[in-house]
Structure formats: structure tokens, C-alpha cells
């Protein structure tokens, strides 16, 4: 008699991780502001669709990170220069790297462009339907409220994927690993977001179109557009 197999149960993602990371999100892009008034469990477990310990227990992940405190007798609150001790050490990370953001993005404006071209020229159905499942990803997250920088990654080097060449793969791998920083920044804004999955929704038309120059022209958009929104982060930081 065979000996039964050794499985785990799956463990289901735990709900209250997705709370938190919408509220850090509002919280982060000023749509939450500092002192700001939340709203109560019962009311926040009837917007999110969830239950009250759910809530409380997204409310506690919150306060232990600093980005909620507590009132006696007067409910919960966005804390007071929350974004300034969140936002600082990115901004100061940009300031500081400004100079090193120059190489890869020149790289990237040189071989990103051509890497879509070839997607357009090799991408199969599977290639397709997986640049679309990201895309789908990205819009349902960004409408959450949720940062889509994971998801931007996995796009491009989705289209790596479908150009078929490994060594572009490993490249933009590295590219967006130097760019990280940059990138969460440039999305970080409801604005950023739309520019940018918007940019990305083109870029899929036209692989998928088998177009090899508009897939070429949508990424040079794209990545023109990606800079313009990592230039006016500076220019803000320098202003703070």
C-alpha cells in the first residue's frame, strides 16, 4: 500500500496585509493627510467588505510602523510627520544617486525600445495573455489604492520574456534593481500610476498587433514620460 503524500495545506494570504497597505498608500500620497480623523472599525469593516478583527488588526500593524496614533476618547489618527520620516530617506537616497540614475537610464532608453520591438516580432499568445494578466493586475491595484511598483517590474520583464532572449531578461532585471528607488517614487502618485499603466496598455495593443515600430515608438513614450515623472520628484525634493 502506497504511503499517502506529504502536502501542506495552503495558507491563504492574511486579508488585514491588504488593508494596510491601501491605508500606507492613502496615507503616503497626502489623500490621507496628518491628523486626519479614521474612520471607525465598524465603519472601515463595511468599506473593505471585511470583519471588525480584521480591521483591528490592520490598525495595529499601522500603529507599530508610526503611521497611526491613538487618541484617548477620540478614535484613531493619521500621525503627524508621518511622511516627512517615511519620504525623507527616499528623497535623500534620489538627491544622493541623482548622478548614477543617468547610466541606467540611458541604458534603458537604448535597449528597452528595441527589446519591445522584438516582443512585437516573437511574442506568442501565452506571452500576450500574460502582459494583459499583469496589466488587468496593475489597474485593479492602482483603483485599490495599492502600490503597483512589483507589477511594473513584472511587466517589463514580461517583455523581455517575450522577445526571447535570457541575457535581456538578466539585463532588465538589473536595470530596474538600480532604478528601484526611482521608480517608487514616480509611482507613488494616483497620476503616476494612470501615466504609467496607461503608457503600458499602448505598449500591449501593439506587441499584440504584431506592430514591431509602434511597439518601438510606445516605449520610447513610455520611458520619456517615466523620466519627466522622476524629474519632478527631484525637483520636489530639492524644494523640500
Given amino acids: 500500500m502506497e504511503k499517502p503524500l506529504k502536502i501542506r495545506q495552503i495558507r491563504k494570504t492574511k486579508i488585514y496585509k491588504d488593508i494596510v497597505n491601501q491605508l500606507k498608500t492613502l496615507i503616503l500620497s497626502g489623500r490621507?493627510?496628518?491628523?486626519?480623523?479614521l474612520p471607525t472599525e465598524r465603519e472601515f469593516a463595511k468599506q473593505f467588505g471585511v470583519s471588525r478583527v480584521t480591521v483591528r488588526q490592520a490598525l495595529t500593524v499601522l500603529h507599530e510602523m508610526g503611521f497611526v496614533e491613538s487618541r484617548p476618547g477620540g478614535g484613531t489618527f493619521v500621525s503627524q510627520g508621518i511622511r516627512e520620516r517615511i519620504l525623507n530617506p527616499i528623497t535623500a537616497t534620489l538627491l544622493a544617486e541623482k548622478e548614477l540614475l543617468d547610466e541606467p537610464l540611458e541604458v534603458r532608453n537604448l535597449i528597452e525600445p528595441q527589446?519591445?520591438?522584438?516582443?512585437?516580432?516573437?511574442?506568442?499568445g501565452k506571452?500576450?495573455?500574460?502582459?494583459?494578466?499583469?496589466?488587468?493586475?496593475?489597474?485593479?491595484?492602482?483603483?485599490?489604492?495599492l502600490p503597483i511598483t512589483e507589477e511594473d517590474t513584472l511587466f517589463h520583464e514580461a517583455i523581455a520574456k517575450s522577445a526571447g532572449n535570457s541575457i535581456l531578461i538578466k539585463l532588465i532585471q538589473s536595470l530596474h534593481h538600480h532604478?528601484?528607488?526611482?521608480?517608487?517614487?514616480s509611482l507613488m502618485t494616483p497620476s503616476g500610476n494612470q501615466r504609467?499603466?496607461?503608457?503600458?496598455?499602448?505598449i500591449v495593443a501593439a506587441i499584440?498587433?504584431?506592430?514591431?515600430?509602434?511597439?518601438?515608438?510606445?516605449?520610447?513614450k513610455h520611458l520619456s514620460n517615466v523620466e519627466q515623472l522622476i524629474s519632478q520628484s527631484l525637483k520636489k525634493a530639492k524644494a523640500v
Wanted: proline share 0%.
Fill in 115 to 124: 527589446i519591445t520591438r522584438l516582443a512585437a516580432l516573437r511574442a506568442t
Fill in 179 to 185: 532604478l528601484r528607488a526611482s521608480r517608487e517614487q
Fill in 208 to 220: 499584440a498587433s504584431k506592430n514591431s515600430q509602434a511597439a518601438y515608438n510606445a516605449m520610447v
Fill in 32 to 37: 490621507l493627510k496628518e491628523g486626519n480623523r
Fill in 196 to 202: 504609467s499603466i496607461s503608457d503600458h496598455r499602448e
Fill in 127 to 145: 506571452n500576450i495573455r500574460e502582459l494583459e494578466r499583469i496589466l488587468t493586475l496593475q489597474e485593479s491595484k492602482a483603483h485599490d489604492g
